[in-house]
Structure formats: C-alpha cells, structure tokens
C-alpha cells in the first residue's frame, strides 16, 4: 500500500503575511518588476496562442538573483531560496569563510506582492540570510530540510520560527490551490505536489566525513515540483501532472543524483532550475573546495536529467563563484544544447504551459 502524503493547502485568498512589520500597501497590490517575459525557444507563448486566457493554464517562474526566484501559478505563488541582500553585503558560509555579494535582487523583500509558501533548499545565508531571518513572519510556512527546520525552531532561537514543514530526500507533500467557485466549474482542482530530491554540498570521502563532523556546510534538497490536477472523483493523492520542474539547489554532480530519472520512471521534466557558479570556499582566491555545479557538471546534469528546458541560476552573485554564466554557455554550446536552455537576467520571467485544464 503506498505511503499516504501530507497535504499542505494553498489558499491564495487567505494569505499568512510575509513580514513581521506589515508593508502597506492601501490602493493596489504590489507588482513584480518584470523587465522581460521570455517564453519556449521553439512553442508559441500564452499571447501567440489564439485564445490568450487563464484557459490556457500559464506558470510563470521570476527571477530575483541569486537562488531566489517565485513560481506563480494559479494565483498561488512560492518563493524559493530568499536571498535579498545587495551588492556589497556579506553573508557569513561556514567557519572563517565569508561572502561578499556582487549583485542586487531585482526587487526587495518588502516590495514583494503576497506569497504563499517559502520553498528553502538549505540553511545558508546565500539562501537564506540574516535581513530575510531577521525580518519574515515567524507564522510564514517554509518547506525545507530536516536540518533547516531543526535550526529554524530551535528554542535556543528567541523568535522560533512556527511554520516550518521538513521534507527528506523522496519524501512527498500535496498542496491543493484554493480556487473560487466560478473558476472551477470543471471539476479539476490544481495542485503542487512537492519532492524532496538528492543533493550534495560537500564531495564525498574524507571532506565529507569532515564536514559531517564540523557541521560547516549544512545538508541540501534538490525539489521536484509536479503541477497538475486532480478531479472531485479522484483523491488528492493522485496529480494528473501537467507539468514537472526540477530545482537542483546547490549540489555537485554526483551519483545519487542518478535516482532521480530512475524515481520518475521514465517521465520528463519539462523544466530544469539548475544552480551553478562553481562555488569555491574558502574562495576564489583559495579555491580548495567546489560546493557547487560549475559548466561543465551543470552540462552533464543536462544530459543526466534531459529535461525540455533548463535556466541557470545562483552563478555570479558572491564572489565565492568563479565559474559564471559565459562558463555555462560555452559548454552549452559545445553540446548542441542552445535550444534546450533559456537564459534570464534578474528582473525577467519565464512563462510555461501547463497541460491538462
């Protein structure tokens, strides 16, 4: 009998503040910044279609910088690795390493429309820094790693977070999209079911029983995000998936991540969110240690995963990363693979298709 999983609601009409200081916003609800929409190299986009309407069930993923981007979709939105620190800032990566970041987030926190979930790779101030800790609600719901929500409730803090779901690798949880009546006369709800998938931080040998021991550099989740529907008929154990993206976070490319195409049985990831920047510590200056993907792992785990699509992010924001965008490019191109990979500056968003309303 399979395991029963979790079920996490989304309610974008019943939203949990993001911020402990509410921002106010009187007269409109706060947009995103979009620069650019940039859609499939080689399908028409939502606005090419001769019927451009919520029908045509669009998804879009924003990119912020860093690992910080916000899946929408639905009216539901998840943030991913909140990182809003700015050019100039440092963040603290383990025993006597530091961080100087390079680049600005696209939009600040408090500038941020209403979200509904934080989905957290690993606890690391790259991913999760001090101004975000510092400043989100302790009620906001986080999904991350048993480690991540052990440091995040931990009463030794003195404002534990309240709200944090912890998911293990393959561990699974459903979150049904609250939808308003009249736009569900179909009969199909949608909903996210979210999948905790391998990664690394620390090669494997005597580094990582080092590491296990120091706790320097702290465990991470890939994630696998299947958006899809399920009927009045059907339980929400079962996601008719429409569409599949899958989030590397910071690993390096190694074997268990070779379970992940096995675990799909054959099914396709339609989009690949893949973290690069060949993150080195203690730094760049000092390269001893890579806990990142640089090019050319992020081209291999293209042709491991052989997903429709990927875009890179987390590859030029603190200067631990010496392995940046042009690095992946050049293997890209090497590959052959110009057309499976689609490139977004901070600001931009990428708009997708979801099959099955």
């Given at each position: 009998?399979?395991?029963?999983?979790?079920?996490?609601?989304?309610?974008?009409?019943?939203?949990?503040?993001?911020?402990?200081?509410?921002?106010?916003?009187?007269?409109?609800?706060?947009?995103?910044?979009?620069?650019?929409?940039?859609?499939?190299?080689?399908?028409?986009?939502?606005?090419?279609?001769?019927?451009?309407?919520?029908?045509?069930?669009?998804?879009?993923?924003?990119?912020?910088?860093?690992?910080?981007?916000?899946?929408?979709?639905?009216?539901?939105?998840?943030?991913?690795?909140?990182?809003?620190?700015?050019?100039?800032?440092?963040?603290h990566l383990g025993p006597g390493v530091t961080s100087e970041r390079?680049?600005?987030?696209?939009?600040?926190?408090?500038?941020?429309?209403?979200?509904?979930?934080?989905?957290?790779?690993?606890?690391?101030?790259?991913?999760?820094?001090?101004?975000?800790?510092?400043?989100?609600?302790?009620?906001?719901?986080?999904?991350?790693?048993?480690?991540?929500?052990?440091?995040?409730?931990?009463?030794?803090?003195?404002?534990?977070?309240?709200?944090?779901?912890?998911?293990?690798?393959?561990?699974?949880?459903?979150?049904?999209?609250?939808?308003?009546t009249s736009t569900n006369s179909n009969g199909k709800t949608p909903?996210?079911?979210?999948?905790?998938?391998?990664?690394?931080?620390?090669?494997?040998?005597?580094?990582?029983?080092?590491?296990?021991?120091?706790?320097?550099?702290?465990?991470?989740?890939?994630?696998?995000?299947?958006?899809?529907?399920?009927?009045?008929?059907?339980?929400?154990?079962?996601?008719?998936?429409?569409?599949?993206?899958?989030?590397?976070?910071?690993?390096?490319?190694?074997?268990?991540?070779?379970?992940?195409?096995?675990?799909?049985?054959?099914?396709?990831?339609?989009?690949?969110?893949?973290?690069?920047?060949?993150?080195?510590?203690?730094?760049?200056?000092?390269?001893?240690?890579?806990?990142?993907?640089?090019?050319?792992?992020?081209?291999?785990?293209?042709?491991?995963?052989?997903?429709?699509?990927?875009?890179?992010?987390?590859?030029?924001?603190?200067?631990?990363?010496?392995?940046?965008?042009?690095?992946?490019?050049?293997?890209?191109?090497?590959?052959?693979?110009?057309?499976?990979?689609?490139?977004?500056?901070?600001?931009?968003?990428?708009?997708?298709?979801?099959?099955?309303?």
């Open positions: 009998m399979s395991k029963m999983m979790p079920t996490l609601e989304l309610n974008p009409h019943k939203r949990i503040p993001l911020l402990k200081i509410k921002t106010h916003h009187p007269d409109h609800e706060p947009q995103l910044p979009i620069s650019d929409t940039k859609s499939h190299p080689t399908r028409p986009s939502a606005s090419d279609l001769p019927d451009p309407s919520p029908s045509n069930n669009t998804g879009t993923i924003y990119f912020i910088g860093t690992a910080t981007t916000i899946l929408s979709w639905h009216g539901a939105r998840i943030l991913t690795d909140p990182n809003f620190l700015h050019a100039g800032d440092h963040v390079l680049t600005d987030p696209a939009v600040d926190i408090n500038a941020l429309p209403p979200l509904d979930y934080i989905l957290l790779s690993h606890y690391h101030e790259d991913h999760f820094d001090r101004l975000v800790e510092d400043s989100l609600s302790r009620q906001f719901p986080i999904i991350s790693t048993p480690h991540a929500k052990s440091c995040l409730t931990s009463p030794s803090k003195p404002e534990p977070f309240q709200n944090v779901t912890a998911l293990d690798f393959f561990d699974s949880l459903i979150m049904p999209i609250v939808q308003p909903q996210i079911k979210v999948t905790a998938m391998p990664g690394k931080h620390v090669p494997p040998g005597p580094l990582a029983v080092a590491n296990d021991l120091l706790g320097a550099v702290p465990p991470t989740n890939g994630w696998l995000l299947e958006l899809g529907y399920t009927t009045s008929s059907e339980t929400a154990q079962n996601t008719q998936v429409g569409y599949r993206i899958y989030i590397s976070g910071d690993t390096l490319l190694i074997d268990e991540l070779k379970q992940i195409p096995q675990w799909l049985h054959g099914e396709k990831i339609d989009l690949m969110l893949v973290h690069l920047g060949g993150t080195t510590i203690p730094g760049a200056k000092m390269p001893l240690l890579m806990v990142t993907m640089d090019g050319v792992q992020g081209v291999k785990l293209m042709k491991m995963m052989k997903p429709d699509i990927t875009i890179p992010i987390h590859y030029d924001d603190y200067d631990v990363m010496v392995s940046g965008l042009d690095d992946f490019k050049k293997e890209v191109n090497g590959a052959g693979l110009q057309d499976k990979v689609v490139y977004l500056d901070r600001g931009e968003e990428y708009q997708f298709q979801v099959r099955g309303l």
